[in-house]
Structures are given as C-alpha cells and as structure tokens.
C-alpha cells in the first residue's frame, strides 16, 4: 500500500502528522492489499486473503475499535469480521461485505447509515453490526452519509440521508 499527501490523524501510518508529497510506501502487516477506501479521516484496506485493517482517525468508530482509542497510529487488523471481499467508507462510517453476501457497518449513525433502523448522531456504534435483512448482496456503494446495497438478483437496497433525494425515494 502507498499513500501521500495530508497526514492528519496520521493517515500514512509513519506515527506522525508530516504530510509526504511522495508516495510512501504503508506496511500493513505484510499482507497484500487488494482494495483501499478513505474516509474523512481514516483509511481502511482489504487484504487479498480477506482480513481487513484499518488506520487513522476513530472518534466515531469508523475504525471498529474501542471508543478509548481514538486514533491508529499504524495499519491494524479489524477482528470479529468473516473473510471480506468489498469496502466502502463515508465520512465517518465505514462498511464491508464479507464472501457470503452479508454486510456490516459501524461508526457514526447521524442519517441512519448503519442500517439499524435507528439515526443518532451521539451514539456512534463501535462494533461491526451484521445487517440482518440483508442477505445475498454482491455490492456495496457509500457516499458520505448514504448507502447502497445490490442483491445478487440485481434489486437494490438503499439507506441513510435522503435530503437532497440521493436514495431516489420521494
């Protein structure tokens, strides 16, 4: 994984904020990175063989870790996750679709983008939450407060704000 530019929060894992007009090369456990997803102010990165880790800011769980931690200095592994095959992060949420077709969120839930059926914007949640009603999904798609969902029968499902009709609902 290569990453440069701003450093806040110490997104480039170097353990400090020094932003890098060049890339830089980011260990992440020595694994192979297959897929990476900024949000706000974190990163997350899928690994080839399916573990998924994370970097930066955690103030609203968008990281999955303990709500003490509050930023990660290095890339580290998300735990109590299935093997994953697709990320998506939004402000400050984040959101994976493991290899059987179910999704999980976590993070800040001011718009209902957790999929709970709840909306908070003081409760942020720091655990991965399994999204029971959907099964089957092949696809997953975040906006900064918005999320999609596409079923392997190629329906879609939709969540989280609406205030400018993103989701397509009247």
């Known amino acids: 994984l290569w990453g ?3 450093n806040s929060f110490n997104l480039l894992g170097t353990n400090t904020i020094e932003e890098s007009l060049t890339p830089r090369r980011i260990n992440v456990g020595n694994k192979k990175i297959a897929a990476v997803s900024a949000g706000e102010w974190f990163t997350l990165a899928l690994a080839e063989d399916g573990t998924l880790w994370a970097i930066g800011n955690n103030s609203s769980g968008e990281l999955a870790q303990p709500k003490n931690i509050s930023i990660l200095n ?6 109590g996750l299935p093997a994953i ?21 976590w993070g800040r839930n001011s718009a209902g983008q957790i ?14 939450y399994k999204i029971a009603e959907l099964t089957d999904i092949s696809a997953i ?30």
């Not at 992060?89 to 984040?94: D, F």
């Not at 999929?115 to 991965?128: D, E, F, H, R």
């Not at 798609?141 to 009247?170: C, H, I, R």
Request: no cysteine.
């Open 115 to 128: 999929g709970n059926g709840q909306k908070s914007s003081t409760n942020a949640i720091y655990t991965p």
């Open 141 to 170: 798609y975040v906006t900064k407060y918005s999320v999609f969902a596409v079923k392997q029968d190629g329906s879609v499902y939709v969540w989280g704000a609406n205030n400018n009709m993103q989701l397509g609902l009247e």
């Open 74 to 79: 290095t890339p580290t592994q998300i735990t």
């Open 85 to 105: 095959k697709m990320i998506g992060t939004g402000q400050s949420i984040s959101l994976a679709l493991d290899v059987n077709g179910n999704v999980w969120s």
């Open 4 to 6: 440069w530019g701003s």
